[in-house]
């Protein structure tokens, strides 16, 4: 049976809503409840609905109704700016080498292996997002810092994290934008690279360690794996004034786990899934 009308209508506020929260302070995330649904993030633009980081795909996600995005960003051997998850072209483009081991000329003749599209440079999306926030659309990038200790050695970091920052920072708002990262130096890089910027760990389950370790770093935002987060680890790490995300939910199923768990965000592989089966939802009014 379709949603009632004004259902379907409430879905973009809660969303905008849910947005809106993310971009507060981020200390006063125990004084409040979490969403009664998580912010769900287009996973590399949605890897299960589309050719993964490719432009094409962030299109897609935002056509089915997606306003937050996750991507993952690499530097070329001559210092352009590009978005791949993995180490290796291999898997996606069928490519030898990295993104690191390449010019950017060498990057713009490769195509992936599903649909032939161009690897994206990060201009290429953001500009894509620029278009919608200047049509006064709410939309939120979180972009995940893909270093490794063998590709990005400590003295390439703080390069690595001026160039992506001066890049965003030129195209979208401070609320439109955040960084992420398994990589502990780069998170600290960035910091060095913009002080007042939104950052995110990822790691583990949520728990204490979890925990302890943002408030060491001075960070207030985590995102953990989904599978074996539980609702009382998250409602401790929001009473220490953490706000809790999460990563590891490619299905909507995965979805309803991470909002039985009180997250407040949380990436999807499937966003257009995860939109649907939201509008089936009774949502309370923003």
């Given at each position: 049976?379709?949603?009632?009308?004004?259902?379907?209508?409430?879905?973009?506020?809660?969303?905008?809503?849910?947005?809106?929260?993310?971009?507060?302070?981020?200390?006063?995330?125990?004084?409040?409840?979490?969403p009664a649904f998580?912010?769900?993030?287009?996973?590399?633009?949605?890897?299960?609905?589309?050719?993964?980081?490719?432009?094409?795909?962030?299109?897609?996600?935002?056509?089915?109704?997606?306003?937050?995005?996750?991507?993952?960003?690499?530097?070329?051997?001559?210092?352009?700016?590009?978005?791949?998850?993995?180490?290796?072209?291999?898997?996606?483009?069928?490519?030898?080498?990295?993104?690191?081991?390449?010019?950017?000329?060498?990057?713009?003749?490769?195509?992936?292996?599903?649909?032939?599209?161009?690897?994206?440079?990060?201009?290429?999306?953001?500009?894509?997002?620029?278009?919608?926030?200047?049509?006064?659309?709410?939309?939120?990038?979180?972009?995940?810092?893909?270093?490794?200790?063998?590709?990005?050695?400590?003295?390439?970091?703080?390069?690595?994290?001026?160039?992506?920052?001066?890049?965003?920072?030129?195209?979208?708002?401070?609320?439109?934008?955040?960084?992420?990262?398994?990589?502990?130096?780069?998170?600290?890089?960035?910091?060095?690279?913009?002080?007042?910027?939104t950052l995110v760990?990822?790691?583990?389950?949520?728990?204490?360690?979890?925990?302890?370790?943002?408030?060491?770093?001075?960070?207030?935002?985590?995102?953990?794996?989904?599978?074996g987060t539980t609702?009382?680890?998250?409602?401790?790490?929001?009473?220490?004034?953490?706000?809790?995300?999460?990563?590891?939910?490619?299905?909507?199923?995965?979805?309803?786990?991470?909002?039985?768990?009180?997250?407040?965000?949380?990436?999807?592989?499937?966003?257009?899934?995860?939109?649907?089966?939201?509008?089936?939802?009774?949502?309370?009014?923003?």
């Amino acid at each position: 049976m379709s949603p009632p009308t004004a259902m379907r209508k409430k879905l973009p506020r809660l969303l905008s809503a849910a947005l809106g929260a993310l971009c507060a302070a981020t200390t006063a995330a125990a004084a409040t409840p979490p969403p009664a649904f998580p912010l769900p993030l287009a996973h590399r633009g949605g890897s299960r609905e589309a050719d993964e980081n490719t432009l094409a795909a962030f299109q897609t996600a935002f056509a089915a109704g997606a306003r937050a995005f996750e991507t993952d960003v690499r530097m070329s051997l001559d210092g352009a700016l590009f978005l791949l998850h993995d180490n290796t072209l291999k898997r996606t483009t069928g490519a030898d080498g990295s993104v690191e081991t390449l010019t950017a000329a060498q990057l713009r003749e490769i195509r992936t292996l599903k649909t032939k599209a161009p690897i994206p440079a990060l201009d290429d999306l953001l500009a894509f997002l620029a278009e919608k926030t200047a049509a006064k659309e709410n939309v939120l990038l979180q972009l995940e810092l893909k270093t490794n200790k063998k590709q990005y050695p400590d003295d390439a970091l703080d390069p690595y994290c001026r160039k992506i920052h001066a890049a965003v920072s030129g195209k979208l708002p401070p609320s439109a934008y955040r960084y992420s990262s398994f990589d502990r130096r780069a998170l600290l890089a960035m910091r060095r690279a913009a002080p007042n910027a939104t950052l995110v760990i990822l790691g583990d389950p949520c728990g204490p360690d979890r925990v302890r370790e943002a408030l060491d770093l001075g960070i207030h935002t985590i995102a953990c794996r989904v599978k074996g987060t539980t609702r009382e680890a998250v409602d401790a790490a929001r009473r220490a004034g953490l706000s809790v995300g999460g990563w590891g939910a490619p299905t909507p199923a995965d979805y309803q786990k991470a909002a039985a768990a009180g997250l407040e965000f949380v990436t999807t592989d499937t966003p257009a899934a995860v939109l649907a089966w939201l509008k089936t939802q009774k949502q309370p009014a923003p």
